[in-house]
């Protein structure tokens, strides 16, 4: 038995695709856990995100009462380190000084506040969580084995692939379509790229990514490509990746060579990484 869902959330195309033994219902449950991400985590309509924003912009603390919400807060206080605090929410070029760390989150109140006026934009990391929530739902389902896909970054396996082994992935160049910059196998794992090149990059709204150590935009043409048990850590590692520079970079990468890389296309930025060299 398998099953397909394809519906539009997290601001892009969702595929959802079970194999093997499955309920019925799988794939509705699946569908649920991430538009209920949708709904709190979103900063375009009103939801638990946009007025948790108004209270912080206010220089208000705030009683965070949705759970998805207080997960997600919860879990980006406890990766911001492993990021390199490169990874970061409230970074914003346009309000110097904004940022993670002028947060404090109170899990055992479900509360938080900020030293400074701010707002969060959960971004990649959204479509990670989403795609978390959704292999969460699906594992309690009894289901063994699927492949999830948010938009054309954001990628989740379970089990193996229904023929045996890995899931086969190949990461196209934004230069070369035809080529790819590497092919993986992936078992119950996440994969995440963020990039400054290719169609996502530049559709309309997209916000620019961020240093968080100054709030400058990255220009430089780079890919990264970041590997996890978590799609919400691996979209948050290829974030920092993508932002890094060439320590902070070196430092990553050298924490999981096997699941981090980082190419460079742009001459201009050749101290990070040679044009088209994979750094692993």
């Known amino acids: 038995m398998s099953g397909v869902e394809r519906f539009a959330a997290m601001g892009t195309r969702v595929e959802l695709h079970l194999f093997g033994a499955t309920g019925s219902d799988a794939l509705a449950v699946a569908r649920r856990a991430i538009e209920a991400v949708d709904d709190a985590l979103t900063i375009h309509r009103p939801s638990a995100t946009t007025a948790l924003n108004a209270s912080l912009m206010a220089g208000r603390s705030h009683a965070v009462d949705d759970p998805l919400l207080l997960a997600a807060l919860i879990e980006i206080e406890a990766a911001h380190a ?39 934009d959960f971004g990649g990391f959204g479509k990670g969580f989403a795609l978390d929530q959704a292999c969460d739902a699906l594992r309690a389902a009894g289901v063994a084995s699927a492949f999830l896909v948010a938009g054309e970054s ?17 990461i196209p160049d934004p230069l070369a379509p035809d080529q790819s910059l590497v092919e993986l196998e992936l078992r119950d794992a996440a994969l995440s790229i963020s990039s400054t090149l290719g169609a996502g990059a530049e559709a309309p709204g997209r916000a620019p990514m961020i240093r968080p150590n100054d709030g400058s935009c990255v220009t430089a043409a780079r890919t990264a490509i970041a590997i996890d048990r978590r799609g919400s850590r691996a979209e948050m590692l290829s974030t920092a990746l993508l932002v890094a520079d060439a320590g902070q970079a070196m430092r990553l990468i050298a924490e999981a060579p096997a699941h981090r890389f980082l190419f460079n296309f742009s001459r201009t930025a050749a101290a990070v990484v040679q044009p088209r060299e994979v750094v692993a």
Do not use: C, K, Q, Y
Not at 91 to 108: E, H, K, L, S, Y
Not at 154 to 161: L, N, Q, R, W
């Open 154 to 170: 954001s990628i989740a396996v379970m089990g193996e692939h229904p023929l045996g082994g890995g899931w086969p992935v190949a």
């Open 82 to 120: 492993l990021t390199l605090g490169l990874f970061d929410p409230a970074a914003d070029a346009a309000r110097p000084g904004a940022g993670w760390n002028a947060i404090r989150v109170d899990r055992d109140a479900a509360r938080i506040e900020a030293a400074r006026p701010l707002a969060l």
